[in-house]
């Protein structure tokens, strides 16, 4: 059982706009906490995809996007690819330790 | 470049012992704290140990402390990450991950390409 809650699956046709949610608590989220997302594509290391709730790194498309409100964070999606289809972690602390997201895994119809 | 390169899984029986060693090239590598976090078969991420960038403060899962030991060589530009007693539940992919710079929670900005442990007999 993952500290922060995320969906298993998500999925969404070609074009269209998905969100992932990341729920936690006051002690983590909550608690103030920065939230980041990693993108892990099949049969690859996870790659930082946004990080401090909201921000992309460079090289990131500007259809990903992160936003953080009261103990829940979200990760959306927009003009949906193919190239998409992966996995999905939220990370951030708890008690001053690393918690992650149990995954979503996103299906391009 | 940054690189981030594991190496030295495999399998091994239970109660055995492996090292893993991961080789950090493209950056300043004595400026930055690292991680080990593991996958195992078709899970989800979760975070093994923690080591600062000097080597002085080191942090460690409860699933692992007192049979792991984190450590690192500022000067071979390497961090290691010495598994003992090791249990069936010990098999996942290893990765080790650079934290970026700039404060306490700050994300991990690169990751190596992992390296499978097996603890099977």
């Known amino acids: 059982q993952s500290v922060l809650t995320q969906p298993p699956s998500v999925s969404g046709a070609p074009g269209q706009r998905v969100t992932i949610s990341c729920t936690g608590s006051?002690?983590?989220?909550?608690?103030?906490?920065?939230v980041h997302w990693y993108q892990q594509l099949p049969g690859t290391a996870p790659k930082l995809l946004i990080y401090?709730?909201?921000n992309r790194p460079s090289g990131v498309p500007d259809r990903f996007s992160g936003s953080k409100s009261g103990t829940s964070a979200s990760l959306a999606i927009t003009g949906l690819q193919a190239e998409d289809e992966a996995d999905y972690y939220c990370?951030?602390?708890?008690?001053?330790?690393?918690?992650f997201g149990g995954g979503t895994k996103l299906t391009v119809l | 470049e940054v690189q981030l390169v594991e190496s030295g899984g495999g399998l091994v029986q239970p109660g055995g012992s492996l090292r893993l060693s991961c080789a950090a090239s493209?950056?300043?590598?004595?400026?930055?704290?690292m991680n080990w976090v593991r996958q195992a078969p078709g899970k989800g991420l979760e975070w093994v140990s923690y080591?600062?960038?000097?080597?002085?403060?080191?942090y460690y899962a409860d699933s692992v402390k007192g049979r792991f030991t984190i450590s690192r060589d500022n000067a071979k530009n390497s961090l290691y990450l010495q598994m003992n007693s090791l249990r069936a539940e010990d098999t996942a992919v290893y990765y080790c991950?650079?934290?970026?710079?700039?404060?306490?929670?700050?994300?991990?900005?690169?990751w190596g390409q992992g390296t499978l442990v097996t603890v099977s007999s």
């Open positions: 006051s002690s983590n989220i909550g608690a103030g906490y920065d």
């Open positions: 990370q951030s602390y708890d008690s001053s330790r690393v918690v």
């Open positions: 493209g950056f300043t590598f004595s400026s930055y704290e």
């Open positions: 080591i600062s960038s000097s080597g002085s403060t080191i």
């Open positions: 401090g709730n909201s």
């Open positions: 991950a650079r934290k970026a710079q700039g404060g306490f929670e700050t994300a991990w900005d690169y």
